[in-house]
């Protein structure tokens, strides 16, 4: 069960990953999940990257 609404989810902890490089990803993916590979990771191991790597849970601003 995820500690975050979907929204959370959806607007903060995916535009999060989606943004990080790829060698970032990999270091992330490495360092919290090493028998993983990226492609690997679905959301129930993104929000524990988050958490563990302590995002600060911060919606990001919208251009206006």
Known sequence: MSKYTDEQ????????W????????????IKYF???????MDGN??????EKAKIPLIKPKQDE
């Open 18 to 29: 989606d943004n990080l490089s790829i060698n970032k990803k990999e270091e992330l993916t």
């Open 9 to 16: 989810f959806e607007d903060i902890i995916m535009p999060w």
């Open 45 to 50: 191991e993104i929000e524990e990257v988050f």
């Open 34 to 40: 090493p028998r993983f590979s990226v492609s690997m």
